[in-house]
T-cell receptor
Framework: SQTIHQWPATLVQPVGSPLSLECTVE??????LYWYRQAAGRGLQLLFY??????ISSEVPQNLSASRPQDRQFILSSKKLLLSDSGFYLC????????????FGPGTRLTVT | AQSVTQLGSHVSVSEGALVLLRCNYS??????LFWYVQYPNQGLQLLLK??????LVKGINGFEAEFKKSETSFHLTKPSAHMSDAAEYFC?????????????FGTGTRLTIIP
């Protein structure tokens, strides 16, 4: 069966520091991968999605970036965090078309102080 | 482009009462529709999905949803609420066979169960 991992589970970082969040999927090949952010009291905001290695689509202009160095690995990064980057970051995967159902990881709670 | 509207950011029901969470969609093509549940500090879990087969869709944990094209709705129901149903629920829509269209999520409805 397929599983999705995210780490770290929680993270507290000062403003201006770098960020690296990792997501890996097991049990499937060539998945579509997604990064979402969920701010307090708000819905899900799609940040990036990827349909293959090295293929990244950005949905929202911001100081975040994403990379997919391996088929089942998706990384969210920032060179300098802002207070507004605080939130709950969710990674998800799907197979087939990007509009098929998605399966979510456990999330990373990021607090920027 | 497609969108979903979830009416009511907070819904409270008594234990054992009917649960009704509302979702209306907008789509230029016949949509796929999904309901997800999120427990505190966890990821989202797929409850059920509609993909143009039967209009009444049954999901996990006793939930079901009915696709009504005339009303552009996909409301989520459960006959009898349980304390463990307390969570946030998200409706999502996608446009199948439409190229690179992605899932679009509603803003969520927080369900509280009153003992």
């Amino acid at each position: 069966s397929q599983t999705i991992h995210q780490w770290p589970a929680t993270l507290v970082q000062p403003v201006g520091s770098p960020l690296s969040l990792e997501c890996t999927v097991e049990g499937t090949s060539n998945p579509n991968l997604y990064w979402y952010r969920q701010a307090a009291g708000r819905g899900l905001q799609l940040l990036f999605y990827s349909v293959g290695i090295g293929q990244i689509s950005s949905e929202v202009p911001q100081n975040l970036s994403a990379s997919r160095p391996q088929d089942r690995q998706f990384i969210l990064s920032s060179k300098k965090l802002l207070l507004s980057d605080s939130g709950f970051y969710l990674c998800a995967w799907s197979v087939g078309q990007v509009n098929s159902e998605q399966y979510f990881g456990p999330g990373t709670r990021l607090t920027v102080t | 482009a497609q969108s979903v509207t979830q009416l009511g950011s907070h819904v409270s029901v008594s234990e054992g009462a009917l649960v009704l969470l509302r979702c209306n969609y907008s789509s230029s093509v016949p949509p796929y529709l999904f309901w997800y549940v999120q427990y505190p500090n966890q990821g989202l879990q797929l409850l059920l999905k509609y993909t143009s087969a039967a209009t009444l869709v049954k999901g996990i944990n006793g939930f079901e949803a009915e696709f009504k094209k005339s009303e552009t709705s996909f409301h989520l129901t459960k006959p009898s609420a349980h304390m463990s149903d307390a969570a946030e629920y998200f409706c999502a829509v996608s446009a199948p066979n439409f190229g690179n269209e992605k899932l679009t999520f509603g803003t969520g409805t927080r369900l509280t169960i009153i003992p």
